[in-house]
């Protein structure tokens, strides 16, 4: 058996249709077995040592802001090395404009690294990821509560189309204004919690 860190990003953790999607998926437990869930605030330190091989890219700075700047989901998965390179099948390509036709970042990712869900690529990662991470929490805990909330709803292809508005300078401000309307109705962060969640997913557009 093998381990893999899962992370749902914070697109994935407060967009509450898509957090649903994402936890019903690993709730089947089709051949892995999902050993804790719990909701986790990392300190910058973590996500620089997590990611230490992007320092020096220019998105590193964003990318510390966007996996630090609010809580998100963090646990750890367990299963035949095969049965872990399907879940990544499954989960899709990084890259939203990359990812496969039917996977779960084509379907739920925004833009760019705005992916939804950090898996752990190989069993070697697997292993030094949930090494790393278990030195800051519990990585066997199943506390998170997720709260379903079914009347919220999925925009995830109109708020492609409009960050890929604001990437292009075309009607940047509306294409703002109007992405962070749908963010609003997706998700039921308010006040200065709310604001951090745009932020860091318009902040990936650069």
């Not at 990611?51 to 996996?67: A, E, I, K």
């Not at 779960?104 to 752990?120: K, Q």
């Not at 709260?147 to 508005?165: I, K, M, V």
Request: with cysteine; net charge negative.
């Amino acid at each position: 058996m093998a381990s893999a860190l899962v992370i749902f990003k914070p697109d994935a953790a407060h967009r509450l249709a898509v957090r649903e999607a994402l936890s019903s998926w690993l709730a089947e437990e089709r051949g892995w077995k999902l050993s804790g869930l719990t909701w986790y605030q990392p300190p910058k330190e973590l996500i620089g040592s997590h990611y230490d091989f992007l320092q020096g890219r220019p998105f590193f700075p964003w990318l510390v802001d966007f996996m630090t700047a609010l809580p998100v989901l963090v646990g750890r998965v367990q299963a035949e090395p095969a049965e872990l390179e399907n879940m990544r099948y499954e989960l899709g390509e990084t890259r939203i404009h990359e990812s496969r036709p039917g996977s779960l970042r084509e379907r739920y990712g925004i833009w760019g690294g705005v992916n939804c869900m950090h898996l752990s690529d190989s069993p070697e990662s697997g292993e030094k990821e949930t090494q790393l991470w278990g030195r800051y929490l519990d990585l066997t805990r199943g506390d998170a509560q997720l709260g379903a909330d079914g009347a919220r709803p999925d925009h995830t292809f109109h708020l492609r189309s409009l960050f890929n508005q604001v990437a292009a300078n075309v009607h940047g401000d509306l294409a703002g204004q109007e992405a962070t309307r749908l963010l609003r109705e997706e998700t039921d962060l308010t006040g200065d919690r709310f604001d951090a969640l745009c932020r860091v997913l318009l902040g990936a557009i650069g």
